[in-house]
């Protein structure tokens, strides 16, 4: 019976990393190959080896396209996901911390919007509306609002998750000891969120780095273009140079894979922790 269990085993684990091959590592060997072959090669949209190596000539055109248009691309990208995460790990910890903490009617109501904001999608005109009449359509400000707004729900009921697993006897230690309420927050418990606050940065960091709707629809405009949308400047209306677009593709994903890689084993302990201890 042993035996027959370690063989299914073997043979799901086998089937799991021949699925996960053919999705993530495939795509990604294509992507690499068309991005070191010249523009004739890489019309063909083929695995076949290339014939001549053109990698850096492919990185240094991409990087200087458009009067360095990528790197502007990087900063403005940065800039949104650093503001974005920030907001939405303090805000969002903040309104866990309350909704599992204090008990009030206020709570199923509080809950059912933030239940709303996973399942209803975002209504982009009127979105733009509210936008233009505050003044933030098209600046960097209102695209890190929207960002927040968007991964609210999502970072709440993480946190809110989590804080069930913490004590409240620390709490109630710390309000003996003469703490205000926001001192027992910062200083008690949002250290010990520690776990699945690398999670939520994480996840919130690769989601908005990699946002191409959001940065389309509310951030038009050359100054404010992101990383994702660089991916038009090498295709017209009539031609397409696929070298080069997934050369940029390569230097826009590489980033957030390498994030992803090392910070795996957080994202999953994050996420399970508070189903685990609760």
């Known amino acids: 019976m042993n035996r027959k269990t370690a063989r299914r085993a073997r043979i799901k684990g086998g089937l799991t990393l021949a699925l996960f091959f053919f999705v993530f590592v495939v795509p990604f060997v294509f992507i690499a190959l068309q991005a070191v072959k010249n523009r004739q090669e890489s019309s063909l949209l083929n695995f076949a080896w290339p014939s ?7 990185f240094i055109t991409v990087i200087s396209a458009r009067d360095y248009m990528l790197l502007l691309a990087y900063f403005n990208s940065i800039v949104i996901t650093v503001g974005s995460v920030t907001l939405l790990v303090i805000f969002s910890a903040m309104v866990g911390y309350v909704l ?63 804080i069930a697993t913490i004590p409240r006897d620390l709490d109630e230690a710390a309000r003996i000891d003469g703490a205000k309420p926001w001192q027992i927050f910062f200083r008690v418990v949002l250290p010990l969120l520690k776990p699945v606050t690398v999670t939520n940065i994480v996840v919130q960091s690769i989601g908005i780095f990699n946002d191409f709707t959001n ?40 980033p957030p894979l390498i994030v992803f890689i090392f910070f795996n084993r957080q994202i999953v302990a994050g996420m399970t922790a508070g189903a685990i201890k609760g």
């Open 52 to 58: 001549e190596w053109v990698f850096w000539q492919n």
């Open 100 to 162: 599992q903490r204090r008990k009030s009617r206020l709570n199923g109501f509080v809950m059912a919007l933030v239940l709303a904001g996973l399942m209803i999608p975002p209504a982009v005109v009127p979105t733009i509306w509210v936008l233009q009449g505050i003044g933030l359509f098209k600046t960097i400000h209102g695209m890190i609002l929207i960002q927040v707004a968007y991964g609210l729900s999502f970072s709440i009921l993480l946190y809110r998750a989590f």
């Open 215 to 254: 940065p389309l629809y509310y951030l038009p405009g050359r100054r404010n273009v992101t990383v994702q949308l660089t991916v038009f400047n090498f295709q017209s209306q009539f031609s397409t140079q696929y070298n080069l677009m997934f050369m940029n593709i390569l230097l826009v994903t590489i």
